[in-house]
C-alpha cells in the first residue's frame, strides 16, 4: 500500500429543515456547502440532501441507521450519490467531560456507475459536558474505489456540532 503524506483541510456546512416524526425516527431536508484544501488549492463543492434517520435503543447501547440521498454540484460534475451509515453508542457517558465512546460504518454508492465506491469507518468519542458546543475527536479510516482498485487512507478528525 502506497500513501501519501499531507495535510488536508476540509470544512462542512450544513443548514436545513427537520422533522422528528417520533422518538424514533427523522426525516428532513439540508444543503451542505463543502470546502477542500489539499496543498495549496482550494475546491468547494454544493450538496442539497435529504435524509431518513431511524434510532434504537438496545441493552446499554444506542443504535442509529441513516439514509442519505444527496446531489454533489462541484466545477467539474454534478451527480446522486446515496451514503448509508451505522453508527453504536455507548448508552452512557464516562469521565466528568461526559464522553460517550462510538462506533460507525458509513458506505457510499454512486448511483450513474451503480457501484459501491466509498467506505468510512470511524472510532471516536463525543464530549457532552457543553451545552451549545458538543465536539468530537475521531479516527476514520476511508476506503476508496478507483480504476477497480482500493486505496486507503486515515484521519484524525474534530467535528464541532452546534
Same mark, same amino acid.
Given at each position: 500500500?502506497k &500513501? &501519501?503524506p499531507?495535510?488536508?483541510?476540509?470544512?462542512?456546512?450544513d443548514?436545513g429543515?427537520?422533522y422528528?416524526?417520533?422518538?424514533?425516527?427523522?426525516?428532513?431536508?439540508?444543503?451542505?456547502?463543502?470546502?477542500t484544501?489539499?496543498?495549496? &488549492? /482550494?475546491?468547494?463543492?454544493?450538496?442539497? #440532501?435529504?435524509?431518513?434517520?431511524?434510532?434504537?435503543?438496545m +441493552?446499554?447501547?444506542? +443504535?442509529?441507521?441513516?439514509a442519505?440521498?444527496e #446531489?454533489r454540484?462541484?466545477?467539474?460534475?454534478?451527480k *446522486?450519490?446515496n451514503?448509508?451509515?451505522v453508527?453504536?453508542?455507548?448508552?452512557?457517558s464516562?469521565?466528568s467531560?461526559?464522553?460517550?465512546? #462510538?462506533l460507525a460504518?458509513?458506505i457510499?454508492y454512486?448511483l450513474?456507475e451503480?457501484?459501491?465506491?466509498?467506505?468510512? *469507518?470511524?472510532?471516536g468519542v463525543k464530549i457532552?459536558?457543553?451545552? *451549545?458546543?458538543?465536539?468530537?475527536?475521531y +479516527?476514520?479510516?476511508?476506503s476508496?474505489?478507483k480504476?477497480?482498485k /482500493?486505496?486507503?487512507?486515515?484521519?484524525?478528525? +474534530?467535528k464541532?456540532?452546534?
Amino acid at each position: 500500500m502506497k &500513501t &501519501t503524506p499531507g495535510i488536508f483541510i476540509m470544512c462542512h456546512s450544513d443548514a436545513g429543515f427537520g422533522y422528528k416524526v417520533n422518538s424514533k425516527m427523522a426525516a428532513g431536508l439540508y444543503f451542505r456547502e463543502v470546502f477542500t484544501q489539499k496543498y495549496s &488549492t /482550494w475546491s468547494s463543492e454544493h450538496r442539497p #440532501y435529504g435524509q431518513v434517520v431511524g434510532k434504537l435503543k438496545m +441493552l446499554n447501547l444506542s +443504535l442509529s441507521g441513516r439514509a442519505r440521498m444527496e #446531489y454533489r454540484i462541484t466545477s467539474d460534475e454534478k451527480k *446522486f450519490r446515496n451514503r448509508d451509515m451505522v453508527t453504536i453508542k455507548s448508552g452512557h457517558s464516562f469521565s466528568s467531560l461526559k464522553l460517550v465512546p #462510538y462506533l460507525a460504518d458509513e458506505i457510499f454508492y454512486d448511483l450513474e456507475e451503480n457501484e459501491l465506491n466509498k467506505n468510512r *469507518f470511524y472510532l471516536g468519542v463525543k464530549i457532552k459536558k457543553f451545552g *451549545f458546543v458538543k465536539p468530537a475527536v475521531y +479516527l476514520m479510516r476511508q476506503s476508496s474505489l478507483k480504476n477497480d482498485k /482500493w486505496t486507503y487512507f486515515d484521519v484524525l478528525g +474534530l467535528k464541532f456540532s452546534f
